[in-house]
């Protein structure tokens, strides 16, 4: 829950073209607590500058959950210093009530002429106990809420425990084109600005992990992602139920963005391989030993860049966009669909509303399961790239484990820093817990 503190100096406010009053629906956004007190400044890690909303609108987009943003007060006067005071105090109760106390360090210091001390939850109370969230079984889906106040989060998983892998090649590529196409009632531009309207934040995208579940399962999903204000809610279902389900995958617009976004996609590619080139061969490396990395390769690795790659070679744009139809159908419609609201009863109460008459309900959803895919067995290989760089991979399987990572961090910087980077002329070295990477030196253009 973020805290802006507004000195009046500014004019912060809605309708004054010098506070800008987006950045005030912005932090409203945020569920912001907005303060005004005479003398507050901006102080730290971001200096005010002349017409310090600019720095305020810095924060507001950068501003996440459990962030708290605390302006130093410095010039103003104990009316506006014990404000302050007290709005600290009251967002750090909160935080503690909310099991959010992480959120209290990052709390700056007040200032009133002399520096103060620093305001320790200790010094907060024990706040009240947090509300239990609850499940629910709702148009078909799993319908999760967690207990929030102010903005609202809104967020949409599908399962893709029954996608082949060439399916979720497909599907990233969706979700990579969808804001370049048009819908049957907006162009993609008209639809933008709405979410962007709307919305604070709106994205699709596929998530990965590995669970700690017994056999480590790679766990992936379509989701959706979605903050708003809370009386936007009717606007966020409708919008998102555009997006996802009536985007036009086929036509010659479409055809059109494909081959605009796959060919930028690719340049972008072939840019990362000279700047991050370490990361690439590390993804591939673990590939043979994890399904976690093994789809992430496939999606956006070498795997997929050579996957790009054919399908610009082969120019069937018509082809492509039956493929997206065919996997978005099988996802959005038939995936196991887990909904997560973080907001109030009231929000969960419009919900419940909504839901069962928009394109996210579906009866007859398969059940949820791991993503699974037959690993390949380790090899060693070689891919040139278009730099004087290099980029050294070593990895082997190992299990999880808290002393594996404190051996990584003295390995990085005693034997391999020295013997590596010192001694052997290497620009990087170092060690991770599921690799070993040795980056050689920058002057030598063939493979090793």
Not at 141 to 157: D, K, M
Not at 167 to 175: G, I
Not at 209 to 237: F, V, Y
Not at 263 to 273: A, G, P, T
Request: hydrophobic residues 40%; glycine residues 10%.
């Amino acid at each position: 829950m973020p805290l802006l503190i507004f000195s009046k100096r500014l004019q912060f406010h809605p309708g004054c073209l010098q506070g800008r009053a987006d950045l005030f629906y912005k932090g409203q956004s945020l569920g912001a607590v907005a303060v005004y007190a005479d003398g507050i400044r901006l102080d730290g890690n971001v200096r005010t500058v002349v017409g310090g909303h600019f720095a305020l609108g810095y924060h507001a987009d950068h501003a996440g959950n459990g962030f708290v943003l605390i302006l130093n007060h410095s010039t103003g006067g104990s009316a506006g210093h014990k404000a302050a005071i007290r709005a600290v105090a009251a967002v750090g109760k909160h935080l503690i009530g909310n099991r959010q106390a992480d959120g209290l360090g990052r709390l700056d210091h007040l200032t009133a002429g002399k520096r103060q001390q620093h305001l320790a939850a200790a010094d907060l109370g024990a706040g009240d106990t947090a509300p239990q969230g609850s499940a629910e079984q709702l148009a078909g889906a799993t319908l999760l809420r967690h207990p929030s106040a102010g903005s609202l989060y809104l967020n949409f998983y599908y399962d893709l425990g029954t996608v082949t892998p060439e399916e979720l090649q497909y599907l990233n590529l969706l979700t990579d084109v969808l804001d370049e196409l048009d819908t049957p009632a907006h162009t993609a531009q008209q639809l933008n600005t709405l979410r962007s309207t709307w919305l604070g934040d709106s994205r699709a995208q596929l998530d990965l992990w590995t669970g700690r579940q017994e056999g480590s399962p790679c766990h992936a999903k379509l989701t959706w992602n979605m903050s708003l204000l809370e009386r936007n809610l009717d606007k966020a279902i409708a919008l998102g139920s555009e997006y996802l389900y009536k985007t036009c995958l086929t036509g010659p617009k479409a055809e059109e963005a494909f081959a605009r976004v796959l060919s930028q996609q690719k340049l972008n590619m072939e840019q990362q391989f000279i700047r991050q080139g370490n990361q690439y061969a590390a993804v591939r490396a673990a590939a043979h030993y994890s399904v976690e990395y093994a789809l992430s390769e496939r999606c956006s690795g070498v795997t997929g860049y050579h996957f790009l790659c054919g399908l610009l070679e082969r120019a069937d744009w018509a082809a492509m966009g039956k493929k997206l139809e065919a996997v978005r159908e099988k996802v959005l419609n038939h995936a196991a669909l887990t909904v997560s609201l973080h907001g109030s009863e009231e929000a969960l109460a419009k919900l419940r509303a909504l839901l069962p008459g928009s394109a996210f309900a579906a009866q007859g959803r398969t059940a949820a399961k791991p993503y699974t895919e037959v690993l390949i067995a380790p090899v060693n290989e070689a891919f040139i790239i278009d730099g004087g760089v290099n980029y050294d991979i070593l990895t082997w399987p190992m299990e999880r484990q808290a002393d594996r990572r404190v051996l990584a961090r003295i390995m990085s910087y005693e034997y391999l820093w020295h013997n590596i980077r010192e001694v052997g002329g290497a620009y990087g070295t170092g060690m991770l817990t599921l690799s070993l990477i040795h980056i050689s030196e920058p002057t030598r253009p063939e493979p090793i």
